[in-house]
């Protein structure tokens, strides 16, 4: 397996147990309110109620979240070969190494801690296109692309 697909089944992996936990979260409000529906009445049980109804709906966002993460990861093809940095680049800079996927945790492999940027965010918008020995500034850090993968 290549660095770069131990990268990708490492963050697979993240998002589906995220998922995993998220929908389980879910499913126990459900379950909650569900029974506390059976058993209670009056302004707190509404109140109740209400909240964890708001407590779900942040869950089923950050689940739809983690569900458009996980499938932008999936369509990444490592076996690509970049020159430029593009979606599933693996880019080294100023001794670190960026995952151009999306935003998530920083994870090490085989030693080397990598950082998961989004493309749409202020240092994975700068790099995108850019190519080896390129340099991009993002307030007064500056960095230098020394390989992309």
């Known amino acids: ?18 998922i995993q936990e998220l929908r389980f979260m879910i499913s126990d ?4 309110a569900q029974n506390d529906a059976k058993g209670s009445a009056g302004d707190k049980h509404e109140t109740a109620l209400a909240m964890m ?4 709906e942040k ?4 689940l739809a979240e983690n ?5 932008l990861i999936d369509k990444i093809d490592t076996n690509a070969k970049h020159n430029k940095v593009a979606l599933g680049s ?3 800079a100023n001794g670190m190494w960026f995952y151009i996927s999306g935003a998530m945790p920083k994870i090490q492999i085989d030693e080397i801690a990598i950082i998961a ?5 202020p240092l994975g918008s700068q790099l995108m296109g850019k190519g080896g020995g390129d340099v991009v500034q993002i307030n007064s850090n500056v960095f230098q692309i020394k390989a992309i993968e």
């Open 117 to 121: 940027v989004s493309s749409e965010s």
């Open 67 to 71: 569900l458009n993460q996980k499938a």
């Open 1 to 18: 397996m290549t660095f770069k697909q131990k990268i990708k089944v490492e963050y697979q992996n993240l998002l589906s147990e995220k």
């Open 29 to 32: 409000l459900a379950r909650d």
């Open 59 to 62: 869950l089923n966002h950050k």
């Open 53 to 56: 109804h708001l407590e779900q």
């Open 90 to 92: 693996l880019v080294q």
